[in-house]
């Protein structure tokens, strides 16, 4: 790759660390070969020459990371909000899932949902499709040519799904490595396979093992989801009785975080050890407030994570979740932390609006590597806020602006995107 | 007035009752002299030849009523979430609505909400000003622009607030006597005064005996806040000793119900008996969740509210809310109701999409009279909803399509709007 320098100039923001903003007004921010390069509040004589576009007095800040989204259940997005997870799973998911047997459906469905992530402020994601092969493949090519940089999952499911969806074990295993196989024939840039256990309610111990193989063959991170609500936990103590704790159900067969990238979603009801095991083994936490209300499962211990030390990022949990909106999911993440405080646990703070940006960004970042700040050698992923919509009488500061943006910003505040210092079609 | 007669043509929806949705798909639903003449599957014979405005396939349902916006605070909407109530109050709240004794300021923010909410899918809404007259006055003189049916108070405040913004007792009467007037003499069609103590640790029992005399010369309407926050609520205990429940610091003085339209906003932790004395007096709950949430206020019991009997709507709660949007109102309604029930209280079961539809429509409708239905006899206040941007791949039921309105629409999705017949001009 030739050198390839360029400069966007507006108001930059990013996190210093978890608590603190850096902010440089009407700053200037270099890209180069796709890395940040540095945050200048007067561009060096060295750059002079380089490419400028001039933002005005827009915000920019690091892209948004959704560690956690299910392309497939965007088509019901904000529908069917009146039952529990394993009702809800039965009952609005699984039907909605199997449709994408078909090619056609999918992609209908999945050109909608890829269309929209490509719009939001999101720059990357770590995605849960089905467990068809055919209809996982459109989805990478479509997000392929989105110029997102995302982890795309085929789900494995041999147990305890309805018939129509539920796969043998070898079969499962088999079609996992297909899809492997195909992935790595395409060659795909931004994209690239993450195992997808959709949790151990729905795999065998014969299945684990087989994805484990395929983990260390491949070289492979893992998703799944963990300790979201209280059924499936004593569902998972039914059928792992040999396991002190749900994680230890995924630790067993080497599918958390000891030896590859694994980001589990929720943990609602994560207990101490199971953190302590989180924490040792690296595992990534996806933060989903608005699912965790929406399916009645309750408020994650976002705050004790934070303490411990544990990593996470926040996820938009489509379609537990009801919006790829993950400015939202910031603002759902500070208000659930407050009511968890309010009612449940005193001795947890709230969370401020610098944490959530930071879970948004840095936090989910890097899971990526390293992504989500503007310090030098962060990957070039930059999104331009042009919040001028939201008018206001006074004058307000650019902290300010970023706090109102998580409260109230969408897609149509987002101006320009980069992702990897490549310039992402908005239109 | 000459009789008038026009029809929208659409997917009507609206509440059957508290728990159950009417629904008629492409039909008619006719304006007779700003009252809704009624909803039909088949146009009656008799009303041919009366305009029909052809809709589509665009959901219309009642317009929404916001039971409770500060408009000044507008224009701090989605800024300062870090504080609760009383600190909110003195940091963000006071110092900006100290800006309104400025008309030049008053116009430029008041400007900003009232286009806003011209352009949502609210048609009423119960409002307050600042303790300034001109502003306050400025400001109903805007909204009666818009074409908005809503109540607009002057705030009362003669004790705890800080000095630039509290009025001597003696001055705050005449200032509202004075205002009253005003009102009186501008003739509005569609805006009209209600009383507005801030909330009783802002008024001495000397002013709300003022209030109250003017309250019974003008018969005019109540609103103010009620059991929002615990440290509130034990202020109020020690400035009105003889109260048993904090209620009764407005019952004592004829402003809580008895006599009188009252709605009180929040209610979160009011008891049994502060709940039986709002059911006897009428008082209307405005119920705020996604400000209680914000000023980490907590849950109230809305589940309790409607088995008792007590009436309740929705209110935004700007800027303790960040949005005017009563879709995410009820969103957050739904939310709050499910985290209350799963952390602190299974007894009461959450809120269902009919029912936070009832409380943003039928519910805090009965606070204007006959508003909020398309029963015969009812205002013909209406929305016609374009949700045509939230794309999906499968076929949508009209319920469904109201649901997914709940949780992600907005303005784009306002394709209309009529209040008493009227259409509302929303570019």
Redesign the interface.
């Known amino acids: 790759m030739n050198e390839s320098i360029f400069i966007l100039k507006g108001n930059i923001v990013y996190s210093k660390n978890q608590t603190e903003l850096a902010i440089c007004k009407q700053g200037y921010l270099v890209s180069k070969n796709g890395k940040t390069e540095g945050v200048y509040q007067t561009l060096p004589f060295r750059l002079g020459g380089n490419p400028i576009h001039d933002y005005g007095d827009c915000l920019i800040i690091p892209g948004l990371v959704d560690l956690h989204v299910h392309a497939p259940q965007y ?8 039952l529990e997870l394993l009702e809800w799973l039965e009952v609005n998911t699984f039907p ?1 899932e199997a ?1 994408f047997e078909s090619l056609d ?1 999918a992609e ?2 999945y050109r ?1 949902f890829a ?2 992530l490509r719009k939001s402020a999101t720059t990357r994601a770590c995605i849960f499709g089905t467990v068809h092969r055919p209809a996982t493949l459109l989805l990478m090519d479509l997000m392929e040519k989105t110029g997102l940089d995302t982890f795309v999952g085929k789900v494995n499911m041999d147990r305890n799904a309805p018939e129509y969806l539920r796969e043998e074990t070898e079969e499962s295993a088999e079609e996992t490595l297909e899809w492997i196989k195909d992935v790595l024939h395409r060659k795909y840039q931004n994209t690239r396979p993450i195992l997808t256990p959709r949790f151990t309610p729905s795999c065998t111990d014969e299945l684990m093992e087989e994805l484990k193989k395929l983990q260390i063959r491949f070289s492979l991170p893992v998703q799944s989801h963990l300790s979201e609500n209280q059924g499936e936990i004593q569902w998972v103590s039914e059928l792992c009785p040999w396991a002190e704790f749900y994680g230890e159900a995924y630790d067993r067969f080497g599918l958390f975080g000891a030896d590859c990238p694994t980001i589990m979603a929720h943990c609602v009801y994560s207990g101490s050890r199971e953190i302590a095991r989180m924490k040792e083994n690296g595992v990534f936490i996806a933060h989903c407030p ?1 699912s965790n ?2 399916v ?4 994650a211990p976002v705050r004790r994570f934070l303490q411990e030390g544990v990593r996470v990022g926040i996820g938009s949990d489509v379609a537990g979740g ?2 790829e909106n993950l400015f939202r999911a910031m ?1 759902h993440a ?3 932390s ?7 646990d005193q001795s947890l703070q ?1 969370l ?2 610098e944490e959530v940006f930071y879970l948004a960004t840095k936090g989910g970042g890097a899971f990526f590597g390293k992504v989500g700040s503007f310090e030098k050698g962060y990957d070039f992923d930059a999104v331009v806020l042009d919040d001028s919509r ?5 004058p ?1 500061d650019i902290r ?1 602006r970023l ?6 910003g969408d897609e149509r505040e987002v101006r320009a995107k980069y992702v990897k210092g490549q310039s992402i079609r908005l239109s």
């Not at 407050?338 to 449940?344: A, C, D, G, T």
């Not at 939201?390 to 006074?394: D, G, I, K, Y």
């Open positions: 088509s019901f997005r904000g529908l069917g909000m009146d909605e449709k459906y209908r469905a909608i269309d929209n608005e209300m929406n009645s499962s309750g408020i009801s919006t603002a500070v208000q659930a407050k009511l968890r405080w309010r009612i449940q709230p401020s609006a939201l008018a206001h009488p006074q307000l300010s706090e109102r943006m998580i409260y109230l």
